[in-house]
């Protein structure tokens, strides 16, 4: 089993050093990871420059690119070998409901994903890696179960984490995602040479929190895991769009 571990908050992270620690009781590692903090990097590649890999001394590799680009990089031509698993995380926050859309966690996982390979992205829910054992452990009860799943066809997980002590955590829920409220406006400040400057905001709170999504897990005490489609067609759409592009019976 080799196994491709990514994230989106940098190689430095303790997050990846807790994925990766876990994970190489199931299989041969490769960590390929940003060299800094990309989060909100969503999917993209880079395209304008050639991108760089670099190794620190524990093995971990590193790129100067997004997270797309380090699993798309790794499996298209850095590794030896194609991986049998993607795996992004542990991320510092939460990736539910809309974040998915933003996130580079997910977007890591989503490239081993769209390669062919099965691919699970983790999430701690609160910011500052509090009950990063809690995390570990539950990593360690997914792959298990994931893979005595009696498959290898690609499949996409997002798994999110209650940021409790594991004694608190009451078990694993499959989940839908929840949806956010429009997020913060920009905030407008002055930079010292006078200029006007624009931060994003933060993500919205949630405004589809209920039973069955993967906000309202998690708030319980449950671990959320939602299986993810990356075809963007709006199937329910269909009927409405036809009406007036094309009206002929
Ligand atoms: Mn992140």
New binding site residues.
Partial sequence: MRILVS???GYFSPGIAALAEVASGFGHVEVVAPER????ASNSLTLDRPLSVRRTQNGFRYVNGTPTDCVHVAVTGLLDHRPDLVLSGI???ANMGDDTIY???VAAATEGYLLGIPAIAFSLVRHGFGHLDTARKVVSDVLTRFLARGSDAPLLLNVNIPSVPLAELRGTRLTRLGRRHAAEPVVVDTNPRGQTIYWIGPAGAARDAGEGTDFHATETGWVSVTPLEMDLTGERRMDEVRAWLDPSP
Avoid: A, F, L, V
């Fill in positions: 994230n989106d908050d903090d990309r989060s909100g991320n510092d926050g996130s580079g966690t």
